[in-house]
């Protein structure tokens, strides 16, 4: 089935094709399409599935965890602040083993209310032990969501999944999809399986105190999970395409590398913008390639050695910021290169808060590293002072002219 | 029913961490033989966190989740939901009791939120607030359930304020059945865990947990104090359903004249936390303050008691 809808939309056929069994969610702008959508399928009987309309985020995650120890498979959806607010909770849910999947849709945090695109939010969930994959396509939205339980449930893994897409761009857009048959999906994704649950028959206790003897095995366990999820998302890619269709790369996406000299390295919506920038490069005789991460938990540090280590520039564009440090996937591009090759490494921090990236400013940019014009380090070239920064103006200034304001 | 007639299976086993005269570890006992085995447990940051024994040891017979501070009405609606699921798919043939231990810091503050967002769904579930008046796994600060006037390590003078009361304000959720209890009155405390465990939608009860090292009382003296505080009225025991609230137990006879309220005098002296009130010298404002809030209430219930005795009297008699 052929379908024209936006990428919230298309999150929600996903979670219904997974046979998702308990959805527990707060609305947040720009993810509430994606619950409402599920709480449709749910009233017009096409989901079997108990919808939690929890009070707060911190809740919809204690729901989804209960859920999921359960024996249940569980889905949640949020955004930038409801993601900052269950951050607690997300550590939780990655210590404790269980699969689960939730949406982020990438977006700017305040003060000043911006529902637009941005990574920070994602970003600075790094650490807490979720697979992040970030998607580029309302398609991949729909076949990721799908592969994430896939991911999830393995063994192996047993961590929980969030898959991240673009604010508006592809939350709110709409795109083609091919929604894929009911059985071809049953036929890729099992029925729900974990390594435990709260069973009446057998009681156990979990996370009651644990000493130091015992937590640093704990914390162990996470990292081989994650380690393992390597392996896990690129077979589930490949199974996916063979099974229900549909393949959007592995760790990463790769375009035009194979012969590049140099190279794009983005994440999300701002990759395919990178992918034209790709085409409009070659055209002017720049042989770039683009790297699109699209697993950013587990990092593609293979990949990105085995693609790039042996091109001359690689330009990075980072749609978040690491204060006091660097742009965020620049520090992991940079340590996955580490001894690897000669390749120069640049930055762009660029397209904060839904700033369009347009693919001319990227090509523009590319062509300035080229020429030796581009600084190194994070440089911020889309900032620029208008007449309402005035009563900041000051502030803006100080913060120095090295690749920044003009 | 006596405390022979209790289920013999411990569900609460030997050999918890908990400290002597422990409240908590009481209440959950009595709670985990009226409520049997087809319960979950979410064992919510408490005290009870640590008692229950540490990994890879338990003392809970129960399938049980650890869960985070804030989150114990919506962990509960995770797992009654999903149990619901099971349920409608034949893997479990009943649902499970969804239970959530949760003290008085986890419910009265931090977790006051999710409680209420569940309360307001009506989640089916039973919330159990053991209640000891402080943050007392932390080592006893103040918490909104903290009586007025008492020490705790960050109201070294006695607390300032009065406490909320978080049982009248899910009376105020409407839901279908709320309860206080005492560990001083173990039959009325199992009989509303065994008529809470017979409704389906949000269940609250709240059990006043005396804590010796918090309050400062030999650990011998936990149910000592526990019956002071109801006998006092400082700690009232009713159950609220279908729009009606009961009294029962040492709170119902003090109503119906039955017996009379012991002076809140009693009650403070029997604890270190209320010391201060009584040496160097002693405070007779504050004491006053507390005894009249007292009469204040007992009267009013008195009252009303009267009042409707008289009213039955009128249309129970014969007519003319």
């Known amino acids: 089935m052929r379908l024209v809808e936006t990428g919230n939309h298309v999150a929600a056929w996903g979670v219904r094709l997974a046979r998702v069994e308990v959805v527990s969610a707060y609305p947040i702008t720009p993810q509430t399409q994606v619950i409402e959508e599920i709480s449709r399928f749910i009233d017009e009987g096409e989901m079997q599935c108990e919808y939690i309309p929890v009070e707060s985020e911190h809740s919809a995650m204690a729901a989804l965890i209960a859920s999921a120890a359960m024996g249940v498979r569980s889905f949640s959806a949020t955004s930038a602040h409801g993601l900052a607010y269950m951050h607690e909770l997300l550590h939780w849910a990655a210590g404790i083993r269980l699969p689960m999947v939730m949406v982020n849709v990438n977006r700017a945090l305040g003060p000043g209310w911006n529902i637009w695109c941005d990574h920070q939010d994602t970003l600075a969930a790094r650490d807490t032990g979720w697979i992040q994959i970030h998607c580029a396509s309302h398609q991949e939205i729909l076949d990721t969501v799908i592969q994430a339980y896939r991911i999830s449930e393995d063994p192996k893994v047993n961590l929980p999944v969030m898959v991240c897409y673009d604010a508006i761009f592809l939350s709110h857009n709409y795109m083609q999809v091919e929604i894929p048959s009911q059985e071809d999906v049953d036929r890729f994704l099992p029925p729900f399986r974990s390594l435990w649950r709260l069973d009446l028959h057998h009681p156990l206790t979990h996370g009651s105190v644990i000493y130091p003897d015992d937590y640093e095995e704990v914390r162990y366990s996470m990292f081989r999970g994650m380690e393992n999820a390597r392996e896990v998302v690129k077979a589930a890619a490949r199974e996916y395409r063979e099974t229900v269709g549909g393949y959007h790369g592995e760790l990463v996406d790769a375009y035009g590398i194979e012969d590049a000299e140099h190279a794009l390295v983005a994440m999300g919506s701002m990759a395919s913008e990178a992918r034209v920038a790709v085409e409009a490069l070659r055209e002017a005789g720049h042989r770039f390639g683009l790297v699109r991460v699209r697993s950013y938990r587990p990092f593609p540090v293979e990949e990105c050695r085995r693609l790039l280590a042996g091109l001359q520039k690689v330009l990075v564009l980072d749609r978040s910021i690491s204060f006091g440090m660097e742009g965020p996937l620049y520090s992991e591009v940079k340590a996955s290169l580490y001894g690897h090759g000669d390749a120069v490494i640049y930055d762009l921090v660029t397209g904060l808060g839904g700033r369009d990236v347009t693919y001319e400013f990227i090509a523009e940019n590319a062509v300035a590293a080229l020429e030796g014009r581009l600084d190194a380090g994070s440089v911020w070239p889309s900032v620029r002072l208008n007449r309402h920064h005035l009563v900041s103006k000051s502030g803006v200034e100080r913060l120095g002219s090295k690749g920044g304001a003009r | 029913m006596k405390l022979k007639d209790f289920p013999e299976e411990e569900l609460f086993l030997q050999g918890s961490a908990a400290c ?115 943050y007392s796994n932390t080592g006893t600060q103040r918490s909104g359930a903290t009586p007025y006037a008492a020490w705790t390590t960050n109201t070294t003078k006695g607390k300032e304020e009065w406490r909320k009361d978080v049982a009248q304000i899910m009376v105020a959720h409407g839901i279908p059945y709320v309860a206080t209890a005492s560990l001083a009155y173990p039959t009325d405390m199992f009989r509303k865990f065994a008529r809470a465990k017979e409704i389906k939608g949000t269940r609250y009860i709240e059990i006043q947990a005396p804590c010796p090292p918090g309050w400062k009382f030999p650990s011998s003296h936990t149910i000592k104090v526990a019956r002071l505080a109801v006998q006092s009225g400082m700690w009232m025991l009713y159950e609220h359903e279908d729009g009606k609230t009961t009294y029962t137990a040492g709170t119902q006879r003090i109503i119906q004249g039955q017996s009379k309220l012991v002076p809140v005098e009693e009650y403070l002296r029997a604890q270190g936390r209320f010391g201060h009130l009584f040496s160097p010298e002693r405070d007779e404002k504050r004491i006053g303050e507390i005894q009249r809030r007292i009469d204040h209430v007992f009267e009013t219930l008195q009252f009303t008691h009267k009042m409707k005795e008289h009213i039955m009297d009128i249309e129970m008699a014969p007519p003319r």
Not at chain 2, 61 to 66: R, Y
């Open chain 2, 20 to 134: 002597q005269g422990c409240p908590g570890s009481a209440a959950i006992r009595v709670a985990f033989k009226a409520l049997g085995r087809n319960t979950v447990l979410s064992v919510i940051a408490s005290c009870t966190s640590v008692f229950q024994s540490p990994f890879p040891v338990s003392a809970l017979e129960l399938p049980t989740l650890n869960m985070a501070f804030a989150t114990g009405g919506a962990t509960a609606s995770g797992l009654s939901a999903a149990a619901d699921r099971l349920v409608a798919r034949g893997v479990l043939e009943e649902k499970p009791t969804i239970l959530v231990w949760a003290g008085d810091g986890g419910t009265y503050d931090i977790g006051i939120q999710a409680l209420s967002g569940a309360a307001e769904r009506n989640a089916d579930f039973i919330y159990v607030c053991y209640n000891n008046e402080a």
